[in-house]
């Protein structure tokens, strides 16, 4: 049985002008951006067809139901930070839901490029018709963000990427058997990136992450001086299809063998 998407809300409830907020924010950036363009950045072959109707109604909905996870789990911390890393249209949902329907602040790192500038675009052309204000995706190395205090961690299908980690992503999908070297250089990479990111977060935070990233996460957990509970099911993502776990980051060694989050 299919089920049909639900209404991201924090227990609550929100008010009826953030729903109408999140709702016509949604609507029009998706009728506002460039979907033959952003198709062409993900697939060379074929690219001005890769987002049809069926493919945005697909993917709509699965957005939906990330952002109805985290309104439901982030409801509780209204003044609270989320960091969002390497993060594209198939988080767009999410992030608005956490900005217009619980109120958090939201930062988004991500490199530069044709999908991250389209983005920033149409949410710039959003926000001056609709007169609210939306998150942008910023491009600057995440060592230099100032920010700290985060409590909640999205890295989903960042360390999988094949054009940024090509090796990573043949061994973690177990597609062929990429050299030696060019894995070492690039987990140590990796590492070094969620290392960043860990710097900048509180604990106990609230992360999100797919399965094939797990391992890594762990290991950058461990060096940190934390750990990571995630729990063993998951939803399917937009677009990629990977499966993405939730759980929290908590300081210290885990006493006793890792519980489901």
């Known amino acids: 049985m299919v089920e049909?998407?639900?209404t991201?809300?924090?227990s609550s409830g929100p008010s009826p002008a953030a729903a109408e907020r999140f709702g016509a924010a949604l609507v029009e950036i998706e009728s506002e951006l460039n979907w033959k363009l952003l198709g062409r950045a993900y697939c060379e072959d074929?690219?001005?067809?890769?987002?049809?109707?069926?493919?945005?109604?697909?993917?709509?909905?699965?957005?939906?139901?990330?952002?109805?996870?985290?309104?439901?789990?982030?409801?509780?911390?209204?003044?609270?930070?989320?960091?969002?890393?390497?993060?594209?249209?198939?988080?767009?949902?999410?992030?608005?839901?956490?900005?217009?329907?619980?109120?958090?602040?939201?930062?988004?790192?991500?490199?530069d490029g044709p999908e991250t500038r389209e983005l920033n675009r149409a949410l710039a052309a959003v926000e001056a018709r609709?007169?609210?204000?939306?998150?942008?995706?910023?491009?600057?190395p995440l060592v230099r963000l100032e920010t700290i205090g985060f409590d909640h961690l999205w890295l989903v299908s960042v360390l999988t990427d094949p054009e940024a980690f090509p090796a990573l992503h043949d061994m973690l999908y177990e597609r062929g058997r990429p050299k030696r070297r060019a894995l070492d250089i690039e987990a140590g990479m990796a590492l070094g990136l969620?290392?960043?990111?860990?710097?900048?977060?509180?604990?106990?935070?609230?992360?999100h992450t797919t399965s094939e990233e797990s391992?890594?996460?762990?290991?950058?957990?461990?060096?940190?001086?934390?750990?990571?509970?995630?729990?063993?099911?998951?939803?399917?993502?937009?677009?990629?299809?990977?499966?993405?776990?939730?759980?929290?980051?908590?300081?210290?060694?885990?006493?006793?063998?890792?519980?489901?989050?």
């Open 194 to 207: 969620v290392d960043a990111a860990l710097r900048r977060i509180k604990t106990p935070t609230l992360v």
């Open 46 to 111: 074929g690219g001005d067809d890769f987002f049809g109707e069926e493919q945005r109604e697909a993917q709509r909905d699965a957005a939906l139901r990330f952002a109805a996870d985290v309104v439901e789990r982030l409801s509780a911390s209204p003044t609270g930070a989320s960091l969002y890393i390497g993060a594209g249209i198939a988080e767009i949902a999410p992030i608005l839901a956490e900005t217009l329907l619980v109120g958090r602040a939201v930062t988004v790192v991500s490199l």
């Open 8 to 10: 991201p809300r924090p």
């Open 130 to 140: 609709l007169g609210v204000s939306l998150p942008r995706w910023s491009t600057q």
């Open 215 to 261: 391992g890594l996460l762990a290991d950058a957990c461990h060096n940190a001086g934390m750990h990571v509970v995630l729990a063993r099911e998951g939803r399917l993502s937009p677009i990629v299809g990977d499966v993405v776990r939730h759980g929290r980051i908590l300081l210290g060694a885990p006493k006793e063998a890792p519980k489901e989050a």
């Open 4 to 6: 049909s998407p639900p």
